[in-house]
């Protein structure tokens, strides 16, 4: 798998050497050549490498069917797929985080934003409630004359309240 999680696939010369059961393959692409030294054992190769880490760390490759390669390729490709969605969930994950810890930080802030000006949300209840007041009575009087009169009413503190 590259850098991109992605699976790689690249053409390099093998060169190599078998001598009772000890095998050395070397890889050279490029400016870079990698050595791998392993045994032989039946129909398996164990080929030891380093890790990142410095560690030494084993391949084992047994022979398989054409039908066996294929479904350990497909295995393989399934899981380097489960590793891709599981980075991207992950990184959902803390993009999630830090947007709750956004809309915690910003929910703190309105809170103590709106104890400052105590009895506005009652206050817009009542003005709300005026103006509700005034509507249903526009739309229940008979009069035309009175139903324009209330609407003006209406508009005039509508006026009042937002300025």
Do not use: C
Not at 66 to 88: G, L, P, R, W
Request: charged share 25%.
């Amino acid at each position: 798998m590259n850098s991109e999680r992605k699976i790689d696939s690249r053409q390099r010369s093998v060169n190599g050497s078998l001598d009772n059961g000890q095998i050395i393959l070397s890889f050279s692409g490029g400016l870079n050549t990698t050595a791998l030294a392993g045994t032989v054992n039946g129909n398996s190769i164990a080929l030891q490498h380093v890790d990142p880490q410095g560690g030494v760390d084993s391949l084992v490759f047994a022979r398989a069917s054409a039908a066996q390669f294929k479904t350990y390729a497909d295995e393989m490709k399934a899981k380097a797929e489960s590793i891709t969605v599981n980075a991207v969930l992950a990184k959902i994950v803390q993009l999630s985080g830090e947007t709750a810890r956004s809309v915690e930080s910003w929910l703190t802030d309105a809170q103590g934003r709106m104890q400052r000006f105590p009895g506005i949300k009652e206050g817009y209840q009542q003005i709300e409630d005026s103006m509700r007041a005034l509507v249903s009575r526009e739309r229940s009087t008979p009069n035309p004359n009175m139903r324009t009169q209330i609407s003006v009413t209406v508009g005039t503190k509508r006026d009042r309240h937002r300025g």
